[in-house]
């Protein structure tokens, strides 16, 4: 059997063969988007406050389990503000999975702190907490409660999990890491909005977290992001530095520190709102369409189909393949078949110490993660897919 011809026809048995091309997620829009979006031109309120604004952020919390929401223009500009409201600083080290989007390290830069690349769980995808531990062991101290590089000299202040294509990471694992390591932990909850971990939304797991609404995401503002905590202290302080730390006044300009303009503009906000009526739907038919997998993909031989966890609910934002060890060296082939078939087919990131800005930044050993990244790849997950009749078996 040709693994690659087989996957084809098995995805396709999936998401159907009328489509000639089927993209690998696709941002949807079934709601009162529409009219939301007219609401904030007829009325002028188009930009950066509105009412659509608060109600957006009030929702964002909500879904996240957080008392307080923060939304910003995009989850990098979130995930940065989240480090630096967490008390990262420049020069500061912040433990990040080599293997993530690029934002997670870009983040940790654009505030001038150093990433600090950690390994992967085959479990989760997302940060490993035992090769965590043996990693800090290895090149780190805790002095007057603080975590030190020893090599480094820096401070470690803040660790990143990243909740990968929507399954959380071992957030107890990590918790007990951080009992004996202390930092703070900055969830880049970037991908994982709807998805729980025991029971508790991802976002509500840190000291604070960073969703991202970009138009790859499960849902979206066109471009946007939002800070989420439970700490009135640090969501005040994320929006006083989101908005020019301008001090309130009734027409004097004042600001207090250097602060960003990372506002999310009423509009981008006004369609926020209209995507997350449709959040609980957009869950069902992605988990729908998850099921339809793994019917389709029963008996495969060479590649199985991630899944999160006991106790783990992933929003299953994309549908994860792994190639079992011995097809490693197949992915390449598997995804110039499948693309070339319309099913877009795409690897899971390069790993950050690979790329030029990153290759010298402190790392662990990376076996797992360089293991992960030979063998992950994602399918067609757009959420449209599960909501055809015959898909929801
Ligand atoms: C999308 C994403 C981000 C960044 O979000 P943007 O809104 O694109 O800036 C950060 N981290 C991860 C893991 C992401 O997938």
């Known amino acids: 059997m040709e693994i690659a011809e087989e996957l084809v026809r098995r995805i396709r048995s999936v998401i159907g063969t009328e489509e000639s091309f089927v993209p690998l997620h696709v941002p949807e829009f079934h709601g009162r988007e529409r009219e939301l979006l007219l609401d904030c031109i007829d009325t002028g309120w188009v930009s950066s406050v509105g009412s659509y604004v608060d109600a957006f952020e009030a929702e964002v919390a909500r879904l996240s389990g957080c008392t307080y929401g ?51 769980a085959y479990d989760t995808l997302g940060i490993c907490p035992l090769r965590l531990r043996a990693h800090l062991e290895q090149v780190a101290e805790v002095r007057n409660g603080q975590t030190w590089n020893r090599h480094t000299k820096r401070r470690i202040a803040a660790v990143v999990p990243m909740h990968v294509f929507g399954c959380p990471a071992d957030m107890d694992g990590l918790d007990a890491v951080v009992a004996d390591w202390p930092m703070a932990v900055v969830e880049d909850a970037a991908e994982s909005l709807g998805s729980t971990y025991k029971g508790r939304p991802c976002g509500s797991l840190g000291t604070v977290a960073a969703v991202s609404f970009n138009g790859n995401k499960i849902v979206t503002t066109g471009g946007g992001g939002a800070i989420v905590t439970d700490d009135a202290a640090l969501a005040k302080r994320a929006k006083h530095l989101t908005t020019t730390a301008k001090l309130p006044h009734k027409w004097a300009f004042l600001h207090d520190e250097v602060g960003f303009n990372y506002r999310m503009p009423n509009l981008n906000a006004a369609l926020g709102v209209a995507q997350l009526e449709q959040l609980d739907t957009r869950l069902a038919h992605k988990q729908a369409l998850f099921y339809a997998y793994t019917q389709a993909f029963r008996g495969l031989q060479g590649v199985s189909l991630f899944h999160a966890p006991e106790g783990s609910v992933s929003n299953n934002w994309l549908v994860t393949l792994v190639l079992d060890p011995a097809r490693a060296g197949d992915r390449d082939h598997l995804l110039t078949v499948l693309n070339d078939a319309g099913v877009m087919t795409r690897p899971i990131w390069t790993l950050m110490h690979r790329l030029p800005m990153y290759q010298d930044a402190p790392r662990a050993d990376l076996t797992q993660a360089e293991d992960l990244e030979a063998r992950v790849v994602n399918i067609p997950s757009s959420a449209y897919l599960g909501s055809r009749e015959g898909t929801a078996a």
Request: charge should be negative; avoid cysteine.
């Open 70 to 120: 923060v939304v910003v223009a995009n989850g990098t500009a979130a995930l940065q503000i989240a480090l630096i409201v967490a008390g990262v600083q420049a020069e500061e080290e912040v433990l990040v999975p080599a293997l993530t989007f690029v934002a997670t390290a870009n983040a940790t830069r654009h505030l001038g702190a150093e990433p600090h690349f950690v390994d992967s």
